[in-house]
């Protein structure tokens, strides 16, 4: 019994250390990063606004 309730209390243990060593690694994007990110989330937001549209277009006469 006491072997299971190690084994259970073990595993939050586990992600709270492996989630403290992933935030440790992480680092703030600079001004220039951050641009960019943003531009190509805006260029593929529009890509797959404009095949949406497209699609639509196509399957309203049908």
Do not use: W
């Given at each position: 019994?006491?072997?299971?309730?190690?084994?259970?209390m073990?595993?939050?243990?586990q992600?709270?250390?492996d989630?403290?060593?992933?935030?440790?690694?992480?680092?703030?994007?600079?001004?220039?990063?951050?641009?960019?990110?943003?531009?190509a989330?805006?260029?593929g937001?529009?890509?797959?606004?404009?095949i949406g549209?497209?699609?639509?277009l196509?399957?309203?006469?049908m």
């Amino acid at each position: 019994m006491s072997e299971k309730l190690t084994e259970f209390m073990d595993v939050p243990q586990q992600f709270i250390r492996d989630g403290n060593q992933f935030l440790a690694r992480c680092t703030k994007p600079s001004q220039k990063e951050f641009i960019q990110i943003c531009r190509a989330v805006a260029i593929g937001f529009a890509v797959m606004g404009f095949i949406g549209y497209f699609v639509k277009l196509i399957h309203i006469p049908m």
